[in-house]
C-alpha cells in the first residue's frame, strides 16, 4: 500500500496559478496508475486529472481541459497537478490517489490508496 502526502496547496487569486505536489512512498510507483480529485464544501468528490504508468497517457475532466496539466516523475515518486488560469470554483481540497490498475479511469472507486488533501482557496 501506497503513503502519497500531498503539498503545495494556499490561497491564489483568480487567475493565478498553483502547483500541487504528490510523493509516494512505500511501493513500486511506476506500477500504479494515479489520479487527482477534488471536493467543494457540501458537494461530491470529483475528478480532476489522471495519468498512466509511464506519464505516456492522460486523461482530464472537462473542467479542468487547458487549465490543468498532470504529470510525473517515476525516478522521484512523485505526482504533480499544475493548475493555471485558477477559478474561484477550483476552490476545494483535492486529493492525490494511486490505482493499481492499467487504465485510466475517472472512477474514484478503482483508486486503492489517498493522500490527505490539500487546501486550494481562490479568492477574485
Known amino acids: 500500500q501506497l503513503q502519497l502526502v500531498e503539498s503545495g496547496g494556499g490561497l491564489v487569486q483568480a487567475g493565478g496559478s498553483v502547483r500541487l505536489s504528490c510523493v509516494a512512498s512505500g511501493g513500486t510507483f511506476n506500477t500504479y496508475i494515479f489520479g487527482w480529485f477534488r471536493q467543494a464544501p457540501g458537494k461530491e468528490r470529483d475528478f480532476v486529472a489522471s495519468?498512466?504508468?509511464?506519464?505516456?497517457?492522460?486523461m482530464y475532466a472537462d473542467s479542468v481541459k487547458g487549465r490543468f496539466s498532470i504529470s510525473r516523475n517515476n525516478a522521484e515518486n512523485t505526482v504533480w497537478l499544475h493548475m493555471s488560469r485558477l477559478k474561484p470554483e477550483d476552490t476545494a481540497v483535492y486529493y492525490c490517489a494511486a490505482g493499481p490498475g492499467v487504465a485510466l479511469t475517472p472512477n474514484g472507486n478503482l483508486y486503492r490508496d489517498w493522500g490527505q488533501g490539500a487546501q486550494v482557496t481562490v479568492f477574485s
Open positions: 495519468i498512466s504508468r509511464q506519464g505516456g497517457g492522460t
